[in-house]
């Protein structure tokens, strides 16, 4: 694809926005890697100034435990794809904060139950009406349906990583 077919990467190009040093401008994980540092620096600025001083795991994480009320810590990490040390990193602050509320199951007292508490309702539903936005203007030079295709893209390339990470063999879309 050159310029041509690529109006917003031309206008990128001009503009000068995302010069990469030479040695990594063709590496798909510099790039990736680059864009999650910038979706970061928004969230921590745009929810910031809503009072919420959460990183976007942690954001995730209570949206998650909203819509799985009495989830398990062990059903949530397997939810995100994490171990169980990686989730209570991140659920460590937001129970301190008093985000979220841990508790033991009535007939395992091993398992930990989690809900939200009042601050982690009112945090997830600043989050769920801002969120959109949120994205909106970090993705603002992109058409909808370069939007779309972006977020395909992305799903597909995930699933393949997973795919090899996990040593499954991977299949393409259109094969």
Not at 136 to 147: I, V
Request: some cysteine; charged content about 25%.
């Amino acid at each position: 694809m050159d310029d041509s077919d690529d109006p917003a990467g031309s206008m990128l190009n001009k503009m000068n926005v995302s010069s990469v040093p030479e040695p990594l401008e063709n590496i798909t994980g510099y790039r990736i890697r680059r864009l999650h540092s910038l979706f970061v620096a928004h969230w921590s600025g745009w929810f910031g100034v809503r009072g919420l001083s959460l990183t976007p795991v942690q954001g995730g994480i209570l949206l998650l435990i909203a819509s799985n009320s009495d989830s398990t810590q062990t059903a949530l990490a397997r939810q995100l794809k994490v171990e169980g040390p990686t989730l209570l990193q991140a659920l460590a602050p937001l129970v301190a904060n008093g985000y979220v509320l841990r508790r033991s199951a009535p007939n395992d007292r091993r398992v930990k139950m989690l809900s939200l508490s009042p601050a982690g309702k009112r945090a997830t539903q600043i989050i769920r009406t801002d969120l959109k936005q949120h994205e909106d203007d970090l993705l603002r030079m992109l058409t909808p349906r370069q939007r779309k295709q972006f977020f395909q893209l992305l799903c597909a390339a995930l699933r393949s990583a997973e795919a090899t990470v996990e040593g499954v063999p991977a299949k393409r879309e259109n094969d």
